[in-house]
């Protein structure tokens, strides 16, 4: 009995997705067709996996399974393998090849509902795997030919895989029937691929072209991309231009039209980022693929891989450039928007100087203008003054309290100097502390 320390759920969930993905055992010869559909998730994949077993009246899976393998058919001589992932799901079609027929010759699902077929959507990928023994198609290093006649003498592609085990060949075009056909030949120089390894290869084959089709889809989407980005690209560089020409008066405009960008770009780039990381993602796998199958090239024929290749690499650089054209824009959205910001707190700082000097002079003008109201007043009060001093100096002088000799009028002259200076000094005074108060 297990200790209950020993035992987790957790455990059990890691333990379970080491071995999600069996592979099936495969012996040649046989036939499967593999067809990838672009989804928006684990709930559609489920959908579609349900409307096919309703077609083949056999059991729905639950829906926490991202794997599915069934036998269906008369005496159960048919197969299919399902597989969910985030983005899209798989669907292989597996049936024995009877005797008599020749490659590619009839439908591999024709057991299954062309409703169900006529029912899929976004279909990215559309393979029809073809695996047989090498000896039956004689010396095909001496001749080619019935190599070359399996695709109707179009440009073929070949490798060996595993080791040397078995070889690989397609023309990675889509025939008449809507299938990119590829042709597995079980048997080498060193040896041949038994039920596993003739499985795995298989399943290799599935990933590379439903990888690298969702791969490519980056691609399209970074073509559309860099369109929109020109536009945008050309009305920032009119507006740094205008900004040059210091075109102030338009800053408001400038900002409006920045706005409107920035809304643009931010939208877009939350829109396509998940693309464009999806791809980034995909492409390393489609490498692990590709190693794993072990290809090395053969007489005649271009390397499988190495074709890949060629098309999927400027696929990804042209995923790149638009991600790295996505993020230079939006570092241009934000640096026009500083240069508009401090050409716009420029602008203000320049009209609050402007105030400034303006409340200077009218400052100015007001303090003069004291000055002068104060001078006046100083010499009003000196005239009250002397002229309330001469009043009193008459008044006593009436009374005989001062000698007849002296002159009033003199008297009142002499006083003006010290009434106005001492006047003078006061207004003085508080002027210089009005002024203090100001500043």
């Not at 976004?122 to 393979?127: A, D, H, Q, Y």
């Not at 590829?182 to 499985?199: H, M, Y």
């Not at 995909?282 to 890949?308: A, H």
Request: charged fraction near 25%; hydrophobic fraction near 35%.
């Amino acid at each position: 009995m297990v200790p209950k320390h020993l035992w987790s759920g957790f455990r059990q969930k890691i333990a379970n997705e080491l071995h999600r993905r069996a592979l099936l055992r495969l012996s040649s010869p046989v036939r499967i067709t593999s067809i990838s559909v672009h989804t928006e998730g684990y709930a559609e994949n489920h959908d579609i996996l349900g409307s096919l077993c309703d077609y083949l009246s056999i059991p729905r899976p639950a829906d926490d399974h991202t794997t599915y393998h069934a036998l269906f058919g008369r005496e159960n001589n048919l197969g299919f393998k399902f597989e969910s992932h985030r983005e899209f799901a798989t669907f292989q079609f597996i049936r024995g090849k009877k005797d008599g027929e020749g490659l590619f010759e009839t439908k591999q699902t024709c057991e299954v509902p062309d409703m169900w077929f006529h029912s899929l959507k976004n279909v990215i990928s559309c393979l029809s795997i073809e695996a047989v023994e090498t000896a039956s198609l004689g010396d095909i290093d001496g001749d080619p030919k019935p190599i070359l006649e399996a695709f109707q003498e179009n440009y073929v592609l070949g490798s060996t895989l595993s080791n040397g085990k078995g070889r690989v060949y397609s023309d990675f075009r889509i025939d008449g029937r809507g299938y990119h056909r590829i042709l597995v030949l079980n048997g080498g120089a060193n040896g041949s691929l038994n039920g596993l390894q003739l499985g795995r290869s298989v399943q290799r084959l599935v990933d590379v072209e439903a990888y690298s089709s969702m791969a490519k889809m980056g691609m399209f989407t970074g073509r559309t991309l860099c369109e929109k980005l020109d536009k945008i690209g050309g009305e920032l560089i009119d507006i740094n231009k205008q900004l040059e020409e210091k075109e102030k008066e338009k800053l408001d405009a400038f900002s409006f039209r920045l706005f409107e960008i920035s809304n643009k770009v931010h939208t877009m780039n939350n829109e396509n980022r998940f693309r464009f990381q999806a791809s980034n993602s995909y492409f390393p796998i489609v490498i692990e693929r590709l190693q794993d199958l072990k290809l090395d090239s053969t007489v005649s024929f271009e390397p499988y891989d190495v074709f890949i290749l060629s098309r999927l690499m400027p696929a990804m650089r042209t995923t790149e450039a638009a991600e790295l054209r996505m993020d230079n824009t939006l570092d241009q959205v934000n640096k026009t928007a500083t240069l508009i910001q401090t050409a716009v707190e420029l602008e203000v700082k320049d009209t609050n100087n402007k105030l400034l000097e303006s409340m200077n002079r009218k400052t100015d003008v007001q303090i003069k203008l004291q000055k002068t109201v104060e001078g006046l007043s100083a010499v009003i009060l000196t005239y009250y003054s002397v002229g309330l001093l001469g009043t009193m100096i008459r008044g006593v002088s009436g009374v005989g309290f001062l000698p007849e000799t002296i002159h009033i009028d003199a008297l009142s002259a002499i006083s003006v100097a010290p009434i106005g200076l001492f006047y003078y000094v006061k207004v003085r005074q508080k002027l210089i502390e009005s002024e203090n108060v100001k500043e």
